[in-house]
């Protein structure tokens, strides 16, 4: 994908271009507003980046504290705005209540479709109540555009647009941005490494185009999702199954996201505009989460990619089921 087009898809995705009908101008002045708050939040990254590298007496571990307690500040301020929103998010598949599953969300890898850049929020906001339950910190780590962050900054900007969809980290990249995990973990915080095999949102064009493909290829087609992209998801459920330093890392989460939109009864993907800014909280979010020991997973290739295009399937048939489910709770 050529960059102008990159850049056309990600303002189709935030909602800058083309901005939909229902957005007002006092809408897209509140989202282009958030635009010049993200802008401003990369531009105090990327400032704290260049201090610690021009004086170098600065700690790596003060550092990274610093670093964090920004990404924290950024995150809660779009958690603040979820809940300003009221927007309705629906769990279901395991009881947030249950200590057990309390317990098994500590320390865990996520793995999840990919339908709107509000997916990541609503992964951190997930990780909030889990950290009430719990009453202890959670770590959450992104492991997409071939790096492992924690909150957008202008290497991630750069990853985004120097790599397209079938990037792929190496074990050896993979290894050494773990280890910040392993620091995390012997200062007591637990963690999360979420990922999409999906990499790209998903779209009507994207499906169509992508299940003419699959047909030619004998492969599995799907109604609600894109084919899973193995590489990444492989190394790293590898690299966590043979190192005994990353045993604390005990459960595979999966979640399926579906967006409801009750007012057009459809099911739409929201962007960001949309879902931070229209006046009434038009979506209803239902998030399904299946928890399972990670430790059973396989680690030889063939195995694993086959393990997550079975995962997959059956996500579909939960994608298709969760929509009848929502229809008939809503009618």
């Not at 998030?287 to 059956?314: A, C, F, H, S, T």
Request: some cysteine; charged content about 20%; overall charge positive.
């Amino acid at each position: 994908m050529s960059r102008r087009l990159l850049s056309l898809e990600i303002l189709g995705d935030i909602g800058i271009h083309p901005v939909p009908l229902e957005l007002s101008i006092s809408n897209v002045s509140k989202g282009l507003m958030l635009v010049m708050v993200f802008l401003v939040y990369l531009m105090l990254e990327a400032q704290m980046t260049a201090w610690w590298y021009i004086l170098f007496m600065i700690p790596e571990s003060t550092m990274c504290t610093v670093k964090d307690s920004m990404v924290d500040v950024f995150w809660t301020l779009l958690i603040y705005l979820i809940n300003k929103r009221k927007i309705k998010i629906v769990v279901s598949g395991v009881n947030l209540k249950d200590a057990e599953v309390h317990e098994a969300l500590k320390n865990c890898v996520v793995v999840s479709n990919h339908k709107s850049l509000f997916d990541y929020m609503l992964l951190y906001y997930l990780k909030t109540l889990v950290e009430k339950a719990t009453m202890e910190r959670i770590s959450l780590s992104f492991f997409t555009w071939n790096s492992l962050w924690k909150g957008p900054s202008l290497k991630l900007l750069w990853n985004v647009f120097n790599n397209d969809e079938n990037w792929q980290m190496s074990p050896m990249d993979l290894e050494r941005e773990l280890t910040t995990l392993k620091r995390q973990r012997s200062c007591g915080v637990n963690s999360w490494i979420a990922h999409f095999p999906e990499v790209n949102i998903v779209t009507d064009r994207s499906l169509s185009l992508q299940n003419q493909q699959l047909e030619q290829h004998y492969l599995p087609q799907f109604n609600n999702l894109l084919y899973p992209r193995f590489n990444n998801f492989t190394n790293l459920i590898k690299s966590i199954g043979k190192g005994v330093s990353y045993s604390y890392l005990k459960t595979f989460v999966g979640i399926t996201i579906l967006y409801y939109n009750p007012m057009k009864n459809c099911f739409t993907n929201p962007t960001l505009f949309e879902i931070l800014t229209l006046k009434q909280p038009v979506f209803i979010i239902d998030v399904d989460i299946r928890l399972r020991p990670l430790n059973k997973l396989p680690l030889k290739e063939g195995k694993l990619q086959k393990w997550l295009e079975n995962e997959w399937i059956e996500k579909d048939k939960i994608l298709e089921a969760m929509q009848k489910q929502l229809k008939l709770n809503v009618d």
